[in-house]
């Protein structure tokens, strides 16, 4: 048992041991998980690949190194397969490059790869892994990810010109390696749809102490010092979730009309007025709007930041019932020390039910958003309507209602005044 510097207390246990257990009373005993290579064939009862599945389902993170000087143990293989992670069917391969390895280490066999910190993947997507300097990469073994599942994302792949193949094998060509290029991914991740975490990393030997300052030499290239150490600090720091990790504070929505200057503002969350349950169609009279504020935070280490959303990226709000009637950017509009502040507006559509504001963000190398919060919208009450003369469509209505009653009431006056006269003697009319 043993204390790190960044506040994690260790515990080492060989997978034969019979008291290991990953869960007790069906709670997990542990946080994070790191799987070094092993000689043996198998790792027990106590990490088969249905209990360390579970343990991903239950929020736990695992780092599993391999090398190419030790055989995959059938467990691993299978746990890799489930998530779509396919390695070599010899489980002796190694990865190897004749254009970008260290002349000084691997001058005849090439083994030890020089590779560039990873850039980031897409542009709307964040890199924990970037930075200056070479990592040091030695008897690498090489990971082919499925293109069937969304949640696999390669860390670090190997160099257009690295391929993979079974060193045990003496023969000067590779006929059918196993994978070539960009196929290859060294480091591979998989972050479940409960955010927990799952890397390869195809090298154990890229974390040893020898390479996280050693000085190398690439063919044709000057001496650099590598930088095994922010890699390895990064990398784990991924894992077990330092970095990456999103978190939602306050979610506020409310009419667009309730300003400061208006009486009442400094409690809108007493009077009713801050989150209310229910709106009206086309709310409201003044300007019919709706106002939404989201505050976010990222984890750093130890601390909380506000979150950047990258230019080429959005984070977008939905306003839905069965499917969304409006979907629209979330727009930075304040900070606090360790939160972002994103808010919209917009028009309320012209139909009741039961709505929900939804953000749903969902990248890579970030820990899954998505957030609900129910109104009803309901539609004009009987005293709610304008009235019919606020209508400019319906004066010529009215004109007309009233130019008939002016216009009967004429034709009874003029009748009663135009009375025929009667003779005194006859009491006839007369013609």
Known sequence: MGKTSRGYQLSFESPKNDRLSLFQHGERLFDHIILLPTQSKGLGPSLTPNLLLEFIKTNGNILLTLSADSPVPSAISSLLL??????????????????????????????????????????????????????????GVAQALGNASPLLTPILRAPETAYSYNSR??????????????????????????????????SV????????????????????????????????????????????GKVEHHLSTITESQPGNNSVAQTGYLNPKIYRIKNDVVSPEV?????????????????????????????TMLSPFHRLNLQPVSKTPNSTIFSTTFRLPDQH????????????????????????????????????????????WIAGIWVTVVGWMAFVALWLWSEPAYESNRGKKMQ
């Open 205 to 248: 030997e890229a974390l040893e102490n020898k390479w996280f300052d050693a000085k190398v030499r690439a063919p044709e290239a000057k001496e650099a010092k590598t930088s095994n150490r922010g890699f390895a600090k990064q990398l784990s720091a991924w894992t077990f979730m330092e970095i990456g990790v999103l978190e939602v």
């Open 169 to 202: 094998e003496e023969t000067e060509t590779v006929e059918e390696p196993f994978a070539v290029g960009s196929q290859i991914s060294l480091v591979s991740s998989m972050q479940a749809r409960n955010s927990a975490r799952f890397t390869v990393l195809g």
């Open 82 to 139: 489930e998530l779509d992670i396919h390695l070599p069917p010899d489980r002796t391969s190694l990865v190897v490059d004749h254009f970008n390895y260290d002349t000084s280490s691997a001058n005849d066999k090439h083994d030890v790869l020089l590779l560039p910190r990873p850039s980031a993947l897409r542009p709307d997507v964040p890199s924990f892994s970037g930075g200056d300097g070479v990592v040091a990469f030695p008897r």
């Open 291 to 319: 106002s939404l504020q989201k505050q976010m935070s990222e984890y750093s280490y130890d601390h909380l930041t506000p979150f950047t959303v990258s230019k080429a990226d959005a984070l977008q709000v939905e306003f």
């Open 353 to 396: 039910g039961i709505f929900a504001f939804r953000v749903n963000y969902k990248r890579p190398f970030l820990t899954n958003v998505d957030v609900k919060r129910e109104v009803t919208v309901r539609h004009f009450a009987h005293d709610e309507w304008p009235r019919s003369w606020m209508i400019s469509a319906g004066w010529v």
